[in-house]
């Protein structure tokens, strides 16, 4: 009997004590990847520009013009806050907005010279620093880290 209620209130090995598998591999997987996230953003063409307003110029150099709505959505953040982060590239220079052709009412938002040549810079060396840490691996390293990145895909997709 002593058995059986142990057996009833012991916890399997992949789960923790409130039923859920995978706990420790999740909490370790987020804190990994927040950490590489932010070891990538200080590898930045300008220091000044704030990791939101770079991500909505890669938006634009990946995807093309969007409207203010657009990039609202895309980003999960409010228009009103989309706004202010479109005024500030705006004024630095990095973004244009132009009347649509077809509806004269929708604004187009696109990249400028200067806001292109931004994304390049900060995506080569963005690249070159993980190039660098990649290049210290070792062989089986870099092959798992290659594997991880079609998982990481996989899970990001969901």
């Known amino acids: 009997m002593l058995t059986i209620l142990m057996s009833l209130t ?5 789960t923790d004590s409130a039923g859920h598998q995978f706990a ?12 590489l996230a932010r070891r990538l953003r200080a590898e930045r063409a ?19 013009p969007h409207t203010l709505g657009e990039l609202a959505d895309r980003e999960r953040v409010t228009p ?8 500030c590239l705006e004024e630095s220079g990095y973004i244009t907005r132009t009347p649509d052709e077809v509806d004269r009412r929708k604004v187009n938002i696109d990249l400028t010279d200067d806001g292109l040549a931004v994304v390049l810079e900060t995506t080569r060396r963005r690249d070159a620093w993980l190039e ?6 070792s ?4 092959a798992t880290l290659a594997a991880a990145a079609e998982i990481m895909l996989g899970v990001a997709a969901r």
């Open 10 to 14: 012991e916890t399997p090995p992949d």
């Open 24 to 35: 420790d591999e999740a909490s370790a997987f987020r804190m990994a990847t927040f950490r």
């Open 46 to 64: 300008v220091d000044s520009m704030s990791d939101g307003q770079f991500a909505v110029l890669a938006v634009l150099k990946v995807h093309g």
């Open 80 to 87: 009103p806050s989309m706004t202010r982060t479109v005024n």
């Open 132 to 137: 660098e840490a990649i290049g210290e691996l």
């Open 139 to 142: 062989p089986e390293g870099r």
